[in-house]
């Protein structure tokens, strides 16, 4: 059983920004595919962005050039640096992971996920 722990989200003006963080073990943030995902009131849950084992990453159309996602082995840690939120940007976002063998587009589908952590709330609003 892998775990995924998030933190960062918090509540931010449009324009602003917000870094999101996952911790998780030494072995998942080395070698497991991982991503974002969020699901805003009323939604469904959509696929943000993705890094392979190799560190390429993928991006939802919405977020991509304002999202950035990123691992630092060191610290077991996943990132999602999000700038110039939007109002549409509010949502859980939650972090993934998955070790098995096999293709996963760049953005991210939840059936190619076993691993979820429980979820950060961000919020944008004036």
């Known amino acids: 059983q892998v775990q995924l722990v998030e933190s960062g989200g918090g509540s931010v003006q449009p324009g602003g920004s917000l870094m999101l963080s996952c911790t998780t073990s030494?072995?998942?943030?080395?070698?497991?595919?991982m991503g974002w995902f969020r699901q805003a009131p009323g939604s469904s849950r959509e696929g943000v962005a993705s890094?392979?084992?190799?560190?390429?990453?993928g991006y939802a159309h919405s977020v991509k050039g304002r999202f950035t996602i990123s691992k630092d082995n060191a610290k077991n840690t996943l990132y999602l640096q999000m700038n110039s939120l939007k109002p549409e940007d509010t949502a859980m976002y939650y972090c993934?992971?998955?070790?098995?063998?096999?293709?996963?587009?760049?953005?991210?589908?939840?059936?190619?996920?076993?691993?979820w952590g429980q979820g950060t709330q961000v919020t944008v609003s004036s």
């Open positions: 890094v392979d084992r190799d560190g390429r990453a």
């Open positions: 993934v992971a998955d070790n098995r063998q096999l293709w996963r587009p760049p953005v991210p589908r939840e059936v190619d996920y076993t691993y």
């Open positions: 030494q072995s998942a943030i080395r070698s497991y595919a």
